[in-house]
Each structure stands twice: as C-alpha cells, then as structure tokens.
C-alpha cells in the first residue's frame, strides 16, 4: 500500500457534509476512507470506488428480465451446469459477485470447505491425543513413537494447498479479482 503522508483539505457546507457523511456510511466506510476512494477512482488510481456497496437497506428480491442472443444463452446454461447451478440462480450470482467483488460460494465448493474443516479437526484432535499421551507418561520418550509426528507437516500443507486451490477457484469462477 503507498505511504499516505499527503493531507487533502477543503471547506463545504454542513448540509453537504452531512450527505458526505451519509454517503460514506451507507458504502460502509469512514467518511476519509470514502474520499480517498473517490479522488483516486477520479484520478486514476488503482483503488474503485465501486468496490464497496452500500449496505442493503432491503433484502427482498426483485425479479428481473434480460433478454441475450441465443448462442450467449447457450454459453449461460453450460456454466451453470458447469456449477450444478439452475440458469438464474446462476445469474444472479454471477451479478452478486461482480456487485460486491467477492465471489458467491456454490453447494460444490462449500462441501469441499466442508471436508477440508473435518481434515483440519482430524489433525487437531491427533496433536491433542498426542500431547495428551506425552503428558501422562512420567518417562514419555521411552514409550512414544515419534515418527508419526514427521507425517503432520506434510498433512498441514497439504490441507493448506487443497484450501488455496477452493478459494482460487471460487474467485475466478466468478470473474472476481483477487
């Protein structure tokens, strides 16, 4: 992130900084973080100021009709089958994830999430027993096998990697930058 050392100052009316402030809160930021995405979004900058939505006031759907050519419906229910998903559904998450910039998680993905954290509690409730064990033996190295232990670095990297590649996914499938 670039030093910010430079200070920007301008005088307006309460009125205006009342509906800054508001403005700022609804994209749920600081009214300073807001100002700063907006001069760099109009100079240029790397930061969008689309990046952040306003905070949902309602949470009810709304139906809406697009009309595509034939073969770009085509393409739309491929990708969805693709993801096991209906053709709306799959729409509609394809706008949520472009909307808020962060990708939309689908049944497959958050199985696989799923299975990962049932690894992941397997490799703590086998350390546990381990330090347990260790802990109860008055003479522990004379009893204990160490070598089981070597296993555990190869387990942990190897979860961490099956994590990177759902996330890595999920971003991408979705079109979301990272």
Excluded: C
Excluded at 20 to 34: D, M, R, V, Y
Excluded at 59 to 64: G, H, I, P, Y
Excluded at 69 to 86: H, N, P, Q, T, Y
Excluded at 116 to 135: D, F, K, T, Y
């Amino acid at each position: 992130m670039p030093n910010k050392t430079a200070t920007l100052i301008t005088r307006i009316g309460e009125r205006e900084k009342t509906q800054f402030e508001w403005l700022a809160k609804n994209h749920n930021l600081t009214p300073s973080e807001f100002l700063r995405r907006l001069v760099l979004a109009e100079i240029g900058g790397n930061e969008k100021i689309n990046a952040v939505e306003p905070v949902p006031q309602r949470t009810t759907t709304t139906r809406l009709t697009v009309r595509l050519a034939e073969f770009l419906m085509d393409s739309v229910k491929l990708r969805a089958e693709s993801k096991g998903m209906a053709t709306s559904r799959w729409v509609s998450a394809l706008v949520q994830s472009h909307v808020s910039n962060f990708p939309v998680v689908t049944e497959k993905e958050t199985l696989m999430l799923r299975a990962i954290n049932r690894e992941l509690s397997a490799i703590g409730r086998n350390v546990n027993q381990i330090a347990r064990h260790l802990n109860s033996t008055p003479n522990h190295y004379a009893h204990v096998d160490l070598g089981a232990l070597s296993k555990l670095p190869a387990s942990i990297k190897s979860t961490e990697q099956s994590i990177r590649k759902v996330i890595k996914a999920a971003w991408q499938g979705w079109g979301v930058e990272d």
